[in-house]
């Protein structure tokens, strides 16, 4: 009896734990058009947490294997759900404007629903090599998969980044590739359920 309450404590409490904080990961690392950036790819990472009701943090890094003097200029994602109500949260210099605007936001042939910019002038905020930005995103129902979406028009990438200054004049784009790796964890504990189970 001992054994049968310590086991329907336990489940919940691990659900508990892995529910809350759902995760993707964006590899930027094929390029769409433009120069090809220098360094090794992936060129820029972005993680997408769960961080509250209707709430997701978002960091963008400008990987240290990318190329100086490579900036990076521009973030575009896809939201599906789409809210009505998005806003983004920011306290960093870096980040110079953003706008939502459902499938309607065109560039390289892709239609997205959200562009990030950052700092352009050469004043110490560019996204360099080694860098990263931080900021949250809101919106009702707003959780992390719901940017799990892709493009529409001729271009179907789950997010692009634009980078500048690449040889010091060229400038490129490079697509996201994304690896859950929350729900490959989720799958994991409950395959260590699983097998707890059989053994009792």
Same mark, same amino acid.
């Given at each position: *009896?001992?054994?049968?309450?310590?086991?329907? +404590?336990?489940?919940?409490? +691990?659900? !508990?734990?892995?529910?809350?904080?759902?995760?993707?990961?964006? /590899?930027?690392?094929?390029?769409?058009?433009?120069?090809?950036?220098?360094?090794?790819?992936?060129? !820029?990472?972005?993680?997408?947490?769960?961080?509250?009701?209707? *709430?997701?943090? *978002?960091?963008?890094?400008?990987?240290?294997?990318? !190329?100086?003097?490579?900036?990076?200029?521009?973030?575009?994602?896809? @939201?599906?759900?789409?809210?009505?109500?998005?806003? +983004?949260?920011?306290?960093?210099?870096?980040?110079?404007?953003?706008?939502?605007? /459902?499938?309607?936001?065109?560039?390289?042939?892709? *239609?997205?629903?959200?562009? =990030?910019?950052?700092?352009?002038?050469?004043?110490?905020?560019? +996204?360099?090599?080694? /860098?990263?930005?931080?900021? #949250?995103?809101? &919106?009702? $129902?707003?959780?992390?998969?719901?940017?799990?979406?892709?493009?529409? &028009?001729?271009?179907?990438?789950?997010?692009?980044?634009?980078? #500048?200054?690449?040889? &010091? /004049?060229?400038? $490129?784009?490079?697509?996201? =590739?994304?690896?859950?790796?929350?729900?490959?964890?989720? @799958? &994991?504990?409950?395959?260590?359920?699983? !097998?707890?189970?059989?053994?009792?």
């Amino acid at each position: *009896m001992k054994t049968k309450v310590a086991r329907i +404590l336990f489940v919940p409490g +691990l659900i !508990a734990a892995f529910a809350p904080s759902y995760a993707l990961f964006f /590899e930027f690392n094929v390029l769409v058009t433009g120069d090809l950036p220098g360094g090794t790819a992936p060129w !820029a990472t972005l993680s997408i947490t769960d961080s509250g009701v209707d *709430m997701v943090d *978002m960091t963008l890094t400008h990987s240290a294997s990318s !190329a100086a003097p490579q900036f990076v200029t521009e973030l575009l994602l896809n @939201i599906e759900p789409f809210p009505s109500d998005l806003n +983004l949260i920011e306290s960093s210099p870096t980040i110079v404007g953003w706008e939502f605007d /459902e499938d309607d936001i065109n560039d390289a042939g892709g *239609m997205f629903d959200m562009q =990030v910019d950052f700092e352009t002038s050469n004043s110490g905020d560019r +996204l360099n090599p080694g /860098e990263s930005v931080t900021f #949250q995103v809101t &919106g009702t $129902g707003l959780d992390a998969n719901d940017f799990n979406a892709f493009s529409k &028009g001729n271009l179907n990438v789950l997010g692009m980044v634009h980078i #500048q200054g690449i040889n &010091g /004049e060229g400038s $490129g784009k490079v697509a996201a =590739v994304p690896e859950p790796a929350s729900i490959l964890a989720l @799958i &994991g504990a409950f395959g260590i359920l699983a !097998a707890r189970r059989r053994v009792q």
